[in-house]
T-cell receptor
Framework: AQKVTQAQTEISVVEKEDVTLDCVYE???????LFWYKQPPSGELVFLIR??????QNEISGRYSWNFQKSTSSFNFTITASQVVDSAVYFC???????????????FGKGTKLSVIP | NAGVTQTPKFQVLKTGQSMTLQCAQD?????MSWYRQDPGMGLRLIHY???????DQGEVPNGYNVSRSTTEDFPLRLLSAAPSQTSVYFC???????????FGPGTRLTVT
């Protein structure tokens, strides 16, 4: 069974600090997909990134970067020079290739609440 | 495009009542799903559909029914509401799986 662990329940940082959100996953598959979603205080869920298990290249998008390490089953998310608008709950999620006639299902971690203090 | 829409935004039910949460998308996505979000639990998959006429159970399907008669709509029915079903419900759709899922704004349901 697939599992996603976000050990950090809540994190507070002062604006302009860098912060890393941890995500550790468990899967028996060799092919799988990892995601990060953001949920700001307004409540909607916003897609941030998707990676497949064969692409271990780190990704950078503006102040956001993701570090995928298969050796440690981790897919960590770093925000550089954090801003108040980054305050949100961030979810890591995992999807395995379905067996038989099944379909991909997303398993979410419990989320990390990030508070950026001005 | 309106994206994924959900109605109602808020709902209060008494134990034993039934109701339907509506979800619609105008992006011609084949894959649709329902999640519930509870404090400290993340999102958990209730039911999903890979196309009109095809549905399947997720992680927490008990007490809920779904149907998919059209590509656009994917209603979630609560058969007999229980306090344990107090939650925020999100509908999502995607063009393919495991693609980027587009989420609706959510329905906050309270069962008393």
């Amino acid at each position: 069974a697939q599992k996603v662990t976000q050990a950090q329940t809540e994190i507070s940082v002062v604006e302009k600090e860098d912060v890393t959100l941890d995500c550790v996953y468990e899967t028996r598959d060799t092919t799988y997909y990892l995601f990060w979603y953001k949920q700001p205080p307004s409540g909607e869920l916003v897609f941030l990134i998707r990676r497949n298990s064969f692409d271990e290249q780190n990704e950078i998008s503006g102040r956001y970067s993701w570090n995928f390490q298969k050796s440690t089953s981790s897919f960590n998310f770093t925000i550089t020079a954090s801003q108040v608008v980054d305050s949100a709950v961030y979810f890591c999620a995992l999807s395995e290739v379905p067996s038989g006639a099944g379909s991909y299902q997303l398993t979410f971690g419990k989320g990390t609440k990030l508070s950026v203090i001005p | 495009n309106a994206g994924v829409t959900q109605t109602p935004k808020f709902q209060v039910l008494k134990t034993g009542q039934s109701m339907t949460l509506q979800c619609a998308q105008d992006m011609n996505h084949e894959y649709m799903s329902w999640y519930r979000q509870d404090p400290g639990m993340g999102l958990r998959l209730i039911h999903y559909s890979v196309g009109a006429g095809i549905t399947d159970q997720g992680e927490v399907p008990n007490g809920y029914n779904v149907s998919r008669s059209t590509t656009e709509d994917f209603p979630l029915r609560l058969l007999s509401a229980a306090p344990s079903q107090t939650s925020v419900y999100f509908c999502a759709s995607s063009y393919s799986t495991p693609g980027e899922q587009y989420f609706g704004p959510g329905t906050r349901l309270t069962v008393t």
